[in-house]
T-cell receptor
Framework: KQEVTQIPAALSVPEGENLVLNCSFT??????LQWFRQDPGKGLTSLLL?????REQTSGRLNASLDKSSGRSTLYIAASQPGDSATYLC?????????FGTGTRLQVFP | DTEVTQTPKHLVMGMTNKKSLKCEQH?????MYWYKQKAKKPPELMFV???????INESVPSRFSPECPNSSLLNLHLHALQPEDSALYLC????????????FGDGTRLSIL
């Protein structure tokens, strides 16, 4: 059974810092891995999707990497801004299901 | 703006009420999903529809009844819910079932009195 965990559970940083959020999964037989952002009381916004054959994806200040063999993915946020404050969720696609991680709550203060 | 629209945004109902949650997408997606999310927890899959047919039911209690009238619409009918069913209910869609990116709506915040 796939289990997805995220470290750290919470993170508070000053504006401008570069950040790394970690995601680990137990079953490496994934199709892809998707990173989401969730603002309080809102739905999920898809940030990046990495196919199992890819090693990384980039979108603006965000870069996500995937290492299937070690069961790890990282989300790198460059030059963080207060508007980046949210909960970040990773999710592994296994066959027909998305298995979500426990999330990292990020606060970026001015 | 999200491409998956959920209504209502908020719903308060008693345990004896019958209500429905609605989800709509016009991206031509053929897979649609219902998730339940409790506070400070990740979303948990409830149902998956693929080409308007129910393909996955994650052992959800029968007081939750999904319906997919057409490829753009997904409903979740609610009856005799319990206080522990209070949660954020999220709808998602994808091009087709399986390893395709899912797009989420903003959810319906449900409170059971």
């Amino acid at each position: 059974k796939q289990e997805v965990t995220q470290i750290p559970a919470a993170l508070s940083v000053p504006e401008g810092e570069n950040l790394v959020l970690n995601c680990s999964f137990t079953d490496s037989a994934i199709y892809n891995l998707q990173w989401f952002r969730q603002d309080p009381g809102k739905g999920l916004t898809s940030l990046l999707l990495i196919q199992s054959s890819q090693r990384e994806q980039t979108s603006g200040r965000l870069n996500a990497s995937l290492d299937k063999s070690s069961g790890r993915s990282t989300l790198y946020i460059a030059a963080s801004q207060p508007g980046d404050s949210a909960t970040y969720l990773c999710a592994a696609h296994n066959t027909d299901k998305l298995i979500f991680g426990t999330g990292t709550r990020l606060q970026v203060f001015p | 703006d999200t491409e998956v629209t959920q209504t209502p945004k908020h719903l308060v109902m008693g345990m004896t009420n019958k209500k429905s949650l609605k989800c709509e997408q016009h991206m031509g997606h053929r897979a649609m999903y219902w998730y339940k999310q409790k506070a400070k927890k990740p979303p948990e899959l409830m149902f998956v529809y693929s080409y308007e047919k129910l393909s996955i039911n994650e052992s959800v209690p029968s007081r939750f009844s999904p319906e997919c009238p057409n490829s753009s619409l997904l409903n979740l009918h609610l009856h005799a819910l319990q206080p522990e069913d209070s949660a954020l209910y999220l709808c998602a869609s994808g091009p087709r079932e399986g390893n395709q990116p899912q797009h989420f709506g903003d959810g319906t915040r449900l409170s059971i009195l």
